[in-house]
């Protein structure tokens, strides 16, 4: 091996020596650079590392840094010589990083969280820059938490966004649509750890048989408060388990469990998901679906939809049809009509900011608008698909009114015909409280759960 050789691989680590503070920077560094998400990268490092404390290290380093990126800038800023948007974007990723581990992470001792920084540093830019990344990181080992942002007095939005680290532009939106106090509860709960939701494939399996068999393999479950289909993961790598590679369950948000409910639990036998990649919906549209029934799964990334047939293939699906296309370009290659079209639209994501933080990073207001727009295109282009009696379920993972009831005003504008269904017909009864007057199911973070709209129209029947 050449100098040159050694040199490159001691700055970007070789998959056998990686560290977990190295897999982290690599991360965040495609996060910031490339507009990658987190999620699948972590998917993919973490099946390379055996030692699975080194993996769940790995996980909360990459989801705090990111959901605590405003705050954990602003305590560096506090001992730094310049600020962190004047730093080398290396230099400001690694102190994010040891700031992370110094502040959040106490069973790492100080010494190791500045120590190793030191060495991430060395390794991913220049020597030079070793000094200052120990000189910050020694300072906040000194202070502290002191140096995190205080809790604001209420009424100071942009002290309560940086406090809890999220756009303040968002956070007075939410106080203005919801209040201070939800706002707050909304804000804590976005902060922690997303749970690990599962949902029974009832084709192989039941819940109560399915906790078993986790139980066998190290991994604790509990039931879910909504969905009785649903278990929480409590404990134990279940992705490494034979459970879960042979399809007895895949992973789905409980609220995300909750939207299908809407369509009632037997379907008619023609389905579209137009916007189904990456098939977590579609596969449990399965299990409603009567014998003979095809289910039409579109999306308009093949990427993506890569990963809905590699979903579909680990339960043994044969009921779906993928197809690459794209439901908001006004045409679309499907022909006849279905009895049920589902709309899970491509959205602001604002429903999901504890299990996917860079969002919070790369939306602005302006965007909401151009999101709606798209939105309202794909209900259009499900319309055309849409038979006699047939029904439209429509849901986001956001929480804005313009992505939500918005959007659906404006297409009924457009297009007579239509009833609202009400969600508390078809939800489970634990649900019904989250429907509101209007007959959409609402979901909230701050219920351990991701942030969904979703309601269901039904096509009148002409006589």
Not at 4 to 20: D, E, H, L, V
Not at 175 to 196: I, K, M, Q, S, Y
Not at 303 to 314: H, S
């Amino acid at each position: 091996m050449t100098l040159a050789t050694k040199r490159a691989s001691r700055r970007a680590g070789t998959p056998g020596t990686r560290t977990a503070r190295d897999r982290a920077y690599e991360i965040l560094r495609r996060v910031e650079e490339s507009g990658a998400y987190a999620a699948p990268l972590l998917d993919s490092h973490e099946a390379e590392i055996d030692d699975p404390r080194e993996a769940a290290l790995l996980h909360e380093m990459v989801l705090g840094v990111l959901r605590w990126q405003a705050a954990l800038d602003h305590a560096a800023g506090k001992v730094a010589s310049r600020s962190p948007e004047a730093m080398d974007p290396a230099v400001r990723r690694v102190l994010r990083i040891g700031a992370y581990a110094l502040l959040f992470l106490d069973r790492v001792p100080d010494f190791a969280a500045v120590d190793s920084a030191v060495d991430l540093i060395r390794r991913v830019a220049p020597p030079s820059r070793a000094a200052f990344v120990n000189g910050v990181l020694r300072s906040l080992a000194r202070s502290g938490r002191d140096l995190m942002p205080p809790e604001p007095t209420p009424g100071d939005v942009e002290s309560l966004a940086l406090a809890h680290s999220h756009p303040s532009w968002w956070v007075r939106r939410r106080v203005e649509v919801a209040g201070w106090d939800a706002t707050v509860e909304l804000l804590r709960a976005n902060n922690r750890a997303a749970p690990t939701v599962l949902r029974t494939n009832l084709e192989r399996t039941t819940p109560a048989e399915l906790q078993a068999r986790f139980r066998a393999e190290g991994v604790s479950t509990e039931r879910c408060a909504l969905v009785r289909e649903a278990l929480r993961v409590v404990s134990g790598p279940f992705r490494h388990t034979r459970t879960f590679r042979e399809g007895y369950a895949w992973a789905q948000d409980e609220a995300s469990q909750l939207v299908p409910t809407l369509l009632g639990p037997v379907l008619r036998p023609r389905v579209a998901d137009l916007c189904a990649a990456p098939g977590i919906k579609t596969l449990q549209l399965r299990e409603a679906l009567p014998m003979g029934g095809t289910i039409v799964a579109a999306d308009r990334h093949s990427g993506r939809l890569r990963r809905l047939l590699a979903n579909l293939e680990r339960v043994g699906a044969t009921e779906v049809l993928p197809l690459v296309a794209d439901m908001a370009g006004g045409r679309t290659p499907i022909r006849g009509t279905f009895d049920h079209v589902l709309v899970d639209a491509p959205c602001s994501g604002t429903g999901t900011f504890r299990r996917h933080p860079e969002i919070r990073w790369r939306l602005g207001p302006n965007d909401l608008e151009s999101l709606s727009a798209r939105q309202l295109r794909i209900l259009e282009t499900a319309e055309t698909l849409l038979g006699p009696g047939g029904s439209l379920l429509y849901a986001v993972c956001s929480m804005e009114p313009e992505e939500g009831e918005g959007t659906v005003t404006r297409f009924l504008e457009r297009h007579a015909g239509f009833d609202v269904v009400d969600a508390a017909d078809r939800v489970p009864r634990a649900a019904r409280s989250r429907v509101g007057g209007d007959g959409a199911l609402r979901t909230d973070p701050a219920d351990r759960m991701d942030g969904f709209f979703a309601i269901l129209l039904r096509r009148r029947i002409r006589e």
